[in-house]
């Protein structure tokens, strides 16, 4: 499959430190490995700690999910997360805060929040206030890219990558589209369904990932159904780097303390590490 001339990034693309992970990361010829949790989830004390340790156990970059009441794409692991916060009290507000307070600690780990559109309508100035606490990049589930001008060009205004995904089922004249303004990395959604559900093909993702990654120098990435080293490291020969969410989000939920279930985290993201170092 070909999709034609490589796509640069996009002009507006800010220069973050998602740009420079990745550059920092080819040069050592190693793949990302970039975690997420739910913010706020079980508790908002296992956020800030949880970042840390999963730093800590190897990832590369940090994504942080907003909650927010409807997460459509998301299986039952990560709405159960999403509820779980939302009952806590957890706002947009108290995520920026979040990341504030790990950036206290950690100035260079890119962070992306993930979450849906609705959850940052509502402050008018999300951008400026995401950008002072410290946010590299930001991941809309429902964002079409045709609606995703105006949020982009003021994103990038703040240094803030604005990262969409290509899905099994998206086209190839959209996948084109797509990355044409891509901008950070993109995401490739590894399975058709949801998150942390379903058995992901190695194969059939390198079929679709090889035109992709033939088409555009922004690093794609491979998410959804990764849930172990052996999956990691499988996927991550299709791609410059894998997500890992769910099984992230269980230990948090089983961990009872924040100290015990960050001591998972880490345990996780090392062997999850591991995997992927040993088949570089």
Do not use: W
């Not at 942080?64 to 706002?91: C, H, M, V, Y």
């Not at 969410?245 to 345990?267: M, R």
């Amino acid at each position: 499959m070909s999709l034609g001339v490589k796509e640069e990034a996009s002009e507006g693309a800010p220069d973050t430190r998602i740009k420079h992970t990745f550059a920092r990361l080819k040069g050592q010829g190693r793949k990302a490995l970039i975690s997420f949790i739910t913010a706020g989830d079980p508790g908002p004390e296992f956020t800030v700690p949880g970042l840390h340790a999963m730093v800590a156990g190897g990832a590369d970059l940090l994504e942080l999910g907003i909650p927010f009441s409807d997460p459509e794409a998301e299986g039952p692991t990560i709405q159960a997360a999403n509820e779980r916060a939302l009952a806590k009290g957890i706002t947009l507000k108290k995520v920026l805060a979040m990341v504030a307070e790990f950036r206290q600690q950690d100035t260079q780990t890119p962070v992306i929040l993930m979450g849906y559109l609705n959850s940052i309508l509502a402050m008018a100035d999300f951008a400026e206030q995401a950008s002072k606490a410290g946010v590299d990049g930001l991941i809309m589930v429902n964002l079409p890219p045709e609606e995703g001008h105006e949020l982009q060009t003021q994103l990038a205004a703040n240094g803030i990558d604005l990262i969409y995904l290509i899905a099994p089922t998206t086209t190839d004249a959209r996948a084109t589209e797509i990355m044409r303004n891509a901008s950070g990395f993109i995401y490739y959604v590894s399975l058709k369904g949801v998150t942390g559900t379903g058995s992901v093909l190695a194969d059939e993702v390198g079929v679709r990932t090889s035109g992709l990654r033939a088409a555009t120098q922004i690093p794609l990435c491979v998410g959804f159904g990764i849930r172990d080293a052996q999956t990691a490291s499988a996927l991550s020969q299709h791609s410059d780097g894998v997500v890992v969410g769910s099984v992230l989000v269980e230990k948090l939920a089983a961990g009872g303390d924040p100290a015990t279930a960050c001591h998972a985290l880490k345990d996780t993201i090392e062997s999850i590490r591991h995997g992927l170092d040993q088949q570089d």
